[in-house]
C-alpha cells in the first residue's frame, strides 16, 4: 500500500512569492492534515480536511490556505512568502480521526 | 487550552541501556495519543495509538503506556538505530487536529 505522497521534496522560493504544496494521501484516507515543523515552534497544525471540507483551522495568517479535490488529494498555498515560513510542511492522511500517516514532508526555503 | 509536554528534551544512552521518555499530556476529551519516531528531514513514523488509561502496546524494543495524565516510551536495550526525536501527539475534541509535544531526542551510543 504507498504511503502518503507530498511534492515537490525541496522548494527555494523569495520572499513576497508565492507556493503550492501538494499531498497525495493513503488510497481509502478521506481526511488529510497539513503540519508547519520548525525547530523552534515544532509540529504545529496548520488546518484539516475531510470530504473537500475544511474542518478544523490552526492559528495561522490568511496567507495559509489549503483545498481538497473529490480524489482526497490536497493542496496547500501560502501567498506573500516571508522569511518566517521557511519550515518542513508535512502532510498527514488518516482514514478517520485515528492514527495519522505522515509524509516526507516538503522544505520549504524562504529567501 | 490543550498541551503536551515531553521530557527529558534530550537523552544519551549506551547501548544496553534501557530508560524511559515521558510525555504530560491535559486535553479536553482525549480520543487518542499517539507516539512517532522521526529521522532527520523525513517525516514522523507511526509507532502507537492508545486510547484509554491502562492500556499498554509494545513494538520490538520498546513498550508505550498510557495514564490519566502522562505516557511513557520504555525502551529495551536500545540501539544505535534506535537514534532518532521520538514524538508525542494526542488527539481531544477538535476534530483531527493533533497537538504535539515538543519531542525527546535520543542518541545510542555503541
Known amino acids: 500500500k504507498a504511503g502518503v505522497t507530498q511534492t515537490p521534496r525541496y522548494l527555494i522560493k523569495t520572499r513576497g512569492q508565492q507556493v503550492t504544496l501538494s499531498c497525495s494521501p493513503i488510497?481509502?484516507?478521506?481526511?488529510v492534515s497539513w503540519y508547519q515543523q520548525t525547530p523552534g515552534q515544532g509540529l504545529q497544525f496548520l488546518f484539516e480536511y475531510f470530504s473537500e471540507t475544511q474542518r478544523n483551522k490552526g492559528n495561522f495568517p490568511g496567507r495559509f490556505s489549503g483545498r481538497q479535490f473529490s480524489n482526497s488529494r490536497s493542496e496547500m498555498n501560502v501567498s506573500t512568502l516571508e522569511l518566517g515560513d521557511s519550515a518542513l510542511y508535512l502532510c498527514?492522511?488518516?482514514?478517520?480521526?485515528?492514527?495519522?500517516?505522515f509524509g516526507q514532508g516538503t522544505r520549504l526555503t524562504v529567501v | 487550552e490543550d498541551q503536551v509536554t515531553q521530557s527529558p528534551e534530550a537523552l544519551r544512552l549506551q547501548e544496553g541501556e534501557s530508560s524511559s521518555l515521558n510525555c504530560s499530556y491535559t486535553?479536553?476529551?482525549?480520543?487518542?495519543l499517539f507516539w512517532y519516531r522521526q529521522d532527520p528531514g523525513k517525516g514522523p513514523e507511526f509507532l502507537f495509538t492508545l486510547y484509554s488509561a491502562g492500556e499498554e502496546k509494545e513494538k520490538e524494543r520498546l513498550k508505550a503506556t498510557l495514564t490519566k495524565k502522562e505516557s511513557f516510551l520504555h525502551i529495551t536495550a536500545p540501539k544505535p538505530e534506535d537514534s532518532a526525536t521520538y514524538l508525542c501527539a494526542v488527539l481531544g475534541n477538535q476534530g483531527g487536529k493533533l497537538i504535539f509535544g515538543q519531542g525527546t531526542e535520543l542518541s545510542v551510543k555503541p
Open positions: 488510497s481509502g484516507h478521506r481526511s
Open positions: 498527514a492522511s488518516s482514514p478517520s480521526n485515528r492514527e495519522a500517516f
Open positions: 486535553v479536553s476529551g482525549l480520543r487518542g
